[in-house]
């Protein structure tokens, strides 16, 4: 049987007063559906032996945090010794997206070739700046940055593991 995989929504970063609660620092681009009460997300930490399942008791945001509490965790000092921890869910709780949206996970490893065939290499990581995502791929010319824009990416083929590009000009 294959292993769980699992995948970031959250960094449990810092306390928040003596209830138990914690504050959070999103990764997920659906944080209203991963931290509502009731959810269910698994701590990672390097004290614990397993994955802990937590379920979500209380939620609100706080400036650029999100404040958790989770059932059976009322105190400072049953949620302070988790402080540096990554919430995760796993692989079967990842939403259908759009048609044009993809995981980062589903990108990671796709070859990229332009649209006169030249091959680029392979995405090895997704920047999040701002406007726009930006995929980093490393191949024979080093790294490349290319702009998840219509003007560069011409097609993505996640079955196949395959990006189409247009390199514009300043890209290389």
């Not at 979500?56 to 402080?83: C, H, M, P, W």
Request: net charge negative; with cysteine; hydrophobic share 35%.
């Amino acid at each position: 049987m294959p292993e769980k995989r699992y995948y970031n929504v959250g960094k449990l970063v810092n306390t928040q007063g003596l209830r138990g609660e914690v504050r959070v620092i999103s990764t997920t681009d659906f944080p209203d559906e991963r931290f509502e009460k009731g959810k269910e997300l698994y701590l990672f930490h390097p004290t614990l032996a397993q994955p802990l399942l937590l379920k979500v008791a209380t939620r609100r945001q706080q400036k650029d945090f999100e404040i958790l509490s989770f059932e059976g965790y009322s105190s400072i000092n049953d949620v302070e010794k988790y402080k540096g921890g990554e919430l995760k869910i796993s692989e079967d709780e990842l939403l259908e997206l759009e048609e044009d949206e993809f995981y980062i996970h589903q990108l990671v490893g796709c070859e990229v070739v332009t649209d006169t065939g030249e091959e680029l290499g392979k995405i090895v990581d997704v920047l999040q700046p701002g406007a726009n995502d930006v995929w980093v791929v490393k191949g024979k010319r080093g790294e490349i940055l290319l702009p998840y824009i219509d003007d560069c990416i011409k097609e993505v083929d996640i079955a196949g593991k395959r990006v189409v590009c247009h390199l514009m000009e300043g890209l290389l």
